[in-house]
């Protein structure tokens, strides 16, 4: 009767190469592999299927006048989306003004430069593939210094005469106004009183009397700035 062969002896691993399936450690390291695999699984099938989809929805923005704002979100879609930008409706042109941005991977983008009060809006972005189209919209906000595009003219008036200063005014947000003579504020009644409106303001002044001859002075502020503007008045 022969006898069996000894079993051979297995080495043991080299030191730092033993796994404990029960070490804390490793169960965590296990998890992340498999959500990493399900993430990549996930992303390969919405790559494959393509619709459409915002990931990253716009965000308002706020453009100063003369300076650039942007506007971007997140898309997936594949294959690869065309891209449309617009501005209340009218499709905006890849250009000097308005600039499509891509950046990678996902992002597209539209800057709006040299803003100005005319670029206040509703901003949306058309995404489309064969598979469908996705859009999304967001608002861009501007704010303008508050000036005096055309102070008011000096006049020489006729004693009982009705006497106007105008001027012409600009602001995002819209500017406070005030009028004033020879450094006070004017205190408004019947006879001397003045109107504001979007874009200008004028100062009335009825019956003149000699006594309304004098430095007259008109000035705006918002929180962006302020402006002034002077007229002389003579009553003869």
């Known amino acids: 009767m022969s006898k069996a062969a000894p079993a051979k002896k297995v080495a043991p691993p080299p030191p730092g ?8 450690q490793i169960q965590e390291a296990a998890i992340r592999i498999q959500a990493s695999y399900r993430g990549h699984r996930s992303r390969k099938e919405l790559r494959e299927k393509g619709p459409p989809r915002i990931l990253q929805e716009l965000k308002d923005a706020v453009l100063i006048e003369g300076s650039a704002a942007k506007l971007e979100c997140r ?8 891209i449309v930008w617009s501005k209340d409706g009218k499709e905006l042109k890849d250009g000097p003004k308005y600039r499509y941005i891509f950046e990678d991977p ?15 809006g509703r901003y949306t972005v058309s ?9 999304d919209s967001a608002r861009i906000l501007v704010e303008v210094p508050a000036k005096i595009a055309k102070g008011p003219e000096s006049v020489k008036a ?5 006497v106007v200063l105008t001027a012409s005014i600009s602001g995002e947000p819209a500017p406070d106004v005030g009028w004033a003579k020879d450094g006070e504020d004017i205190e408004e009644d019947d006879r001397v009183f003045y109107d504001i409106g979007d874009t200008s303001t004028s100062l009335t002044i009825k019956n003149a009397v000699p006594s309304d001859a004098g430095k007259y002075e008109i000035f705006v502020e918002n929180n962006l700035g302020v402006d002034q503007s002077f007229a002389r008045v003579d009553i003869i």
Not at 112 to 119: C, N, Q, W
Not at 158 to 162: A, I, L, R
């Open 106 to 120: 996902d992002v597209v983008a539209l800057v709006v430069r040299d803003g100005v009060l005319e670029d206040l």
């Open 17 to 24: 190469c033993t796994l404990d399936i029960n070490d804390p």
């Open 75 to 82: 898309v997936s879609a594949f294959p690869d989306p065309f």
């Open 127 to 135: 995404v489309k593939n064969t598979f469908g189209e996705a859009y």
């Open 158 to 162: 006729k004693k009982g005469s009705t």
